[in-house]
């Protein structure tokens, strides 16, 4: 990878003291979220962000180094701060502005252009959306109005998104229930089941939407037999077969995108995230040029309209993303390094079987799962005090997530997988006392808590502040 992408291991100074930290939460909590503060301090992901490149960030008050595997799920494929991509940025501002999202631009073309090179198969138009959510819900629309049906297949845990179409779709009721009555002619079957699906569908759906990798539920790999079951199932129907690689797209599983692994090739499938290069919001969704599909967008062209996706400024920025990511071929790396880290995880496994249930993922798409859910905290808490930023999954949190940048180097995943090591180690030393617990089922009950977990390792975090403040510890300042 580019020397550009490579962090200092060591800072010296503080920019910022713990005093003024404070502050800076407790004026967060009042205008934003207190609960979010609480619930970062309590897995010690408190951290800001300063310094960002390649696959680290520094704390401005510990003035640690943090190696981000968690990319803000994906996000930041060709690095943080990619300098590439921050130039793009620049020069495009010397020229353009966001550009009304009514008009034609040379920059929409140019990337709806390379999307469509770039694609698997015969995807070939494209529709741009303000975000992943906003993608699938154009997805949804799309799929709806083209086909006359309003059913929508989804999957038990699958994640889609926080927006209206997109919430309704998210296969767990912990997103949903708050925001009840949805949109309704939504239903859920098992990931990975073909008979369940086959036994749900019928000719009044109107699409099936999966992820080829579900990254919320935990990191499960949809089975390549499963995805082409799914696409004959929609030819018979008449049904819109839709694949959200929002997380799995641009070589973050080691292909260029995820569903290359099956040969299947969706009506619609919806980008993001990485598409953006964590600089400048886009996304966009990418379908088959068909009668139906292609006849419905051509008679209703504002039938999903957005003014920060394809804007002039995005598509130059995604430009620079696409040409990096292709120039340095990074899902090969994506291939290599996230074989080298899997290898390492599956060691693990056989050597702590009380504590590591299961490894799985693709590419730099990896979920190492514990036995039980309250591990996750625990080890999100282990890795943070040792240098890796990294979050357990939201649908199911005895599941650790690592997604790097794709740009990472071997000397990088030496000390990630070290990392890794000492914080199960680190862990161990606590379960002595959690597990017996564990056995009674009111208390593994509470001990998986997300509300319990949060009140306990702030309890701990204050007692271990406390010990440390005096002198302000390693590094920092009080």
Same mark, same amino acid.
């Given at each position: ?34 609960g ?32 981000? $595997? ?15 991509v921050?130039?793009?940025l ?125 990254g ?5 790999v ?84 957005t ?7 995005? $598509? ?81 949190p ?27 180690a ?20 509470m ?7 949060t ?6 975090r ?17």
């Amino acid at each position: 990878m580019s020397d550009q992408q490579t962090l200092p291991a060591k800072k010296t100074g503080a920019a910022m003291t713990r005093k003024e930290k404070a502050e800076l939460e407790r004026t967060f909590g009042r205008y934003l979220n207190r609960g979010q503060v609480k619930y970062l301090k309590a897995g010690h992901l408190d951290v800001l962000e300063t310094e960002r490149l390649g696959i680290r960030f520094v704390d401005p008050v510990s003035v640690k180094p943090f190696i981000d $595997c968690f990319t803000s799920a994906g996000s930041f494929n060709v690095g943080r701060h990619n300098p590439a991509v921050l130039a793009a940025l620049e020069r495009a501002t010397a020229e353009l502005d966001m550009g009304d999202h009514h008009l034609i631009s040379p920059a929409k073309v140019a990337l709806a252009k390379r999307l469509v090179e770039l694609a698997p198969g015969d995807l070939n138009r494209v529709l741009f959306a303000a975000g992943g959510g906003d993608a699938v819900d154009g997805a949804i629309k799309l799929a709806r109005g083209a086909t006359g049906r309003a059913e929508i297949i989804s999957t038990i845990k699958g994640y889609h998104g926080h927006t209206g179409f997109a919430l309704g779709a998210n296969g767990k009721e912990h997103y949903r229930h708050y925001c009840e009555p949805l949109i309704p002619e939504f239903q859920f079957v098992p990931f990975n089941d073909l008979k369940a699906m086959r036994q749900a569908a019928s000719e009044r759906t109107a699409a099936i939407i999966i992820e080829p990798i579900q990254g919320e539920a935990g990191i499960f790999v949809a089975d390549d037999d499963y995805l082409r079951g799914l696409r004959e199932l929609c030819d018979r129907l008449g049904s819109v077969l839709i694949f959200d690689e929002i997380q799995t797209g641009f070589g973050r599983t080691g292909r260029l995108f995820a569903s290359e692994y099956s040969g299947v090739v969706p009506d619609i499938m919806t980008v993001g995230k990485s598409l953006s290069g964590g600089i400048f919001p886009n996304a966009a969704m990418l379908y088959r040029d068909t009668a139906q599909l292609t006849g419905y967008v051509e008679r209703n062209p504002e039938f999903h309209y957005t003014y920060t996706g394809g804007s002039d400024l995005a $598509c130059r920025v995604s430009l620079a993303v696409l040409d990096f990511l292709t120039t340095q071929r990074l899902w090969e790396n994506a291939a290599q390094m996230g074989a080298r880290l899997k290898d390492a995880l599956l060691t693990l496994q056989s050597e702590n079987p009380a504590i590591v249930k299961d490894v799985r993922g693709r590419g730099l798409m990896i979920g190492i799962e514990y036995l039980h859910e309250f591990m996750g905290p625990m080890m999100s808490d282990a890795l943070a005090k040792n240098g890796i930023f990294a979050a357990y999954s939201g649908n199911a949190p005895q599941v650790m997530r690592f997604m790097m940048p794709l740009v990472v180097t071997h000397e990088e995943m030496d000390r990630v997988i070290a990392i890794i090591r000492q914080a199960v180690a680190a862990m161990k030393q606590l379960l002595p006392l959690a597990l017996p617990a564990a056995k009674i089922p009111p208390v593994l009950k509470m001990l998986n808590s997300e509300r319990v977990q949060t009140v306990l390792f702030n309890w701990i975090r204050k007692v271990e502040d406390a010990f440390t403040r005096p002198g302000a510890g390693k590094g920092g300042r009080p």
